[in-house]
């Protein structure tokens, strides 16, 4: 709800700087998003390139979790541009392409770790959770603390249940191969 007069009076700059670099609101919201997206895309990457196992990938995902509770909880702001985001289709659509990029990297991983899977086996579970985990860990952030950690800890549980279920699949395909 807040006017690009305001967002310019509030970074010390003239209306005319604003625009020169941004020709809306939306064009500025983008920008801003595409950051936090590519910081936190940056950051599940390297946690994911780390899993070697699926042990590996059981950490790396509460990790992941923790690291977006993280980015929430820092930065409280990001929360509500999120939220302003999703009345805005061309923001949507930004949305969207994040939880894509991240479940490709998400599929490549679990990929790696369990290679009798393929890529269909595992895409929904993929997309599910590159797009719903921020919601979570939003909500959580916004309702009491103690029923926020129980959401959180639903949320940790219920991705170990699936990355074991594919496992077994994983395993089951690879032990009907050999």
């Not at 994040?98 to 086996?121: E, K, M, Q, W």
């Not at 909500?139 to 279920?165: C, S, Y």
Request: aromatic residues 8%.
């Amino acid at each position: 709800g807040v006017s690009m007069r305001e967002i310019a009076q509030a970074a010390g700059v003239q209306i005319g700087s604003v625009y020169q670099y941004f020709p809306d609101k939306a064009a500025l919201l983008r920008t801003i998003m595409q950051e936090y997206y590519d910081r936190l895309h940056a950051g599940v990457a390297a946690l994911l390139d780390s899993a070697e196992s699926f042990d590996d990938l059981l950490k790396v995902a509460d990790q992941g979790i923790e690291q977006y509770q993280t980015v929430f909880r820092d930065d409280p702001a990001l929360a509500t541009l999120w939220a302003g985001l999703q009345s805005v289709p061309a923001l949507v659509e930004l949305d969207n392409e994040d939880s894509y990029r991240n479940a490709d990297l998400f599929s490549r991983t679990i990929l790696r770790v369990l290679p009798g899977l393929r890529r269909g086996d595992l895409r929904p579970f993929a997309l599910y959770f590159a797009h719903t985990v921020g919601s979570v860990i939003r909500f959580a952030g916004q309702i009491d603390e103690k029923d926020g950690r129980a959401v959180l800890r639903e949320t940790r549980e219920l991705t170990r249940m699936r990355l074991r279920a594919l496992a077994e699949l994983s395993a089951e395909r690879l032990k009907t191969k050999g």
